[in-house]
């Protein structure tokens, strides 16, 4: 954490600049960002009751058929570095479900009672009341170094962290949030100059179906209120930035 945070260090000095409106550049998210959206995008797309409903991304027909195909995706709540929970809500085991396999969803997930309610599979990812969730998503990670994602992205933004993300239509996976510290990738793939934050708005199936590059190095961020489960990612490079972009107001 410490070496990542000494190479993510702004010089002192740096005046901030603001993204152009209508720009859509090359970005690299850190692994904590991506990790946040993995966790948002893992628990609507593939809540196991929104899709008994009718409800859900993944019940959606006109759904995307496959997202990025360097992304895959697996529910692993017995990885030692997700923090592990070996059983569900229900008492019944858990066990590694896959939720995107190069970039085409799998199957929801499901506890006991709700396979019992919706003639579906259980999964072991019961949190009772009939809800079912996968908590410990890991997005597989690739052989590029953050280094080489960022070389590659030279002339684009470095996101190093986003706000919570508010999820304003699940169905369409409709999301917003704010980005912050924010740096420009300089033309030799260094972090220049910082970047005022932004708000990002639009579908995270979009965001991450602009993934052109996964990192090797994973982190893990807790989800939701930290104990049931962690979501694991490694840093992403998009080959642009989808969605609506815009500065936010400065705070105190």
């Known amino acids: 954490v410490a ?38 995008f893992a628990a609507a797309a593939f809540d196991g ?9 993944l019940a959606r027909a006109d759904r995307p058929a496959a997202l990025s195909p360097l992304l895959s995706v697996v529910d692993d709540p017995l990885a030692s570095d997700g923090l592990p929970l070996p059983f569900d809500l229900e008492g019944a085991p858990k066990r590694r479900h896959p939720l995107l396999d190069r970039g085409r969803p799998g ?6 009672a709700l396979a019992a309610e919706s003639g579906g599979v ?33 002339g684009g933004i470095w996101i190093g962290e ?19 510290g924010v ?3 300089d ?20 965001l991450l179906g602009a ?19 962690g979501a694991v990612a490694p840093c992403l490079r998009l080959g642009r930035l989808p969605g609506r972009c815009y500065p936010l107001p400065a705070t105190l």
């Open 3 to 40: 070496a990542r945070a000494r190479r993510r260090h702004a010089a002192a000095g740096l005046e901030e600049e603001e993204l152009r409106p209508g720009e859509a550049p090359p970005a690299v998210l850190a692994g904590e960002a991506a990790a946040r959206l993995l966790a948002v």
């Open 49 to 57: 009751r929104g899709h008994a409903e009718g409800s859900s991304w």
């Open 107 to 112: 199957a929801p997930v499901a506890g006991g």
């Open 122 to 154: 259980p999964s072991g990812h019961a949190l009772g009341a009939g809800e079912a969730l996968p908590l410990h998503p890991r997005l597989v990670p690739g052989s590029a170094s953050e280094a080489e994602l960022l070389a590659e992205a030279a």
């Open 162 to 180: 986003i706000g919570p993300v508010e999820l304003f239509d699940p169905p369409r996976l409709g999301a917003r949030f704010a980005a912050r």
């Open 183 to 185: 740096r420009r990738i």
């Open 187 to 206: 033309a030799g793939g260094e972090l220049g100059a910082p970047l005022a934050d932004l708000g990002w708005e639009g579908p995270l199936a979009e």
């Open 211 to 229: 993934v052109a590059g996964v990192g090797r190095e994973t982190v893990c961020r807790p989800v939701g209120i930290g104990w049931l489960g």
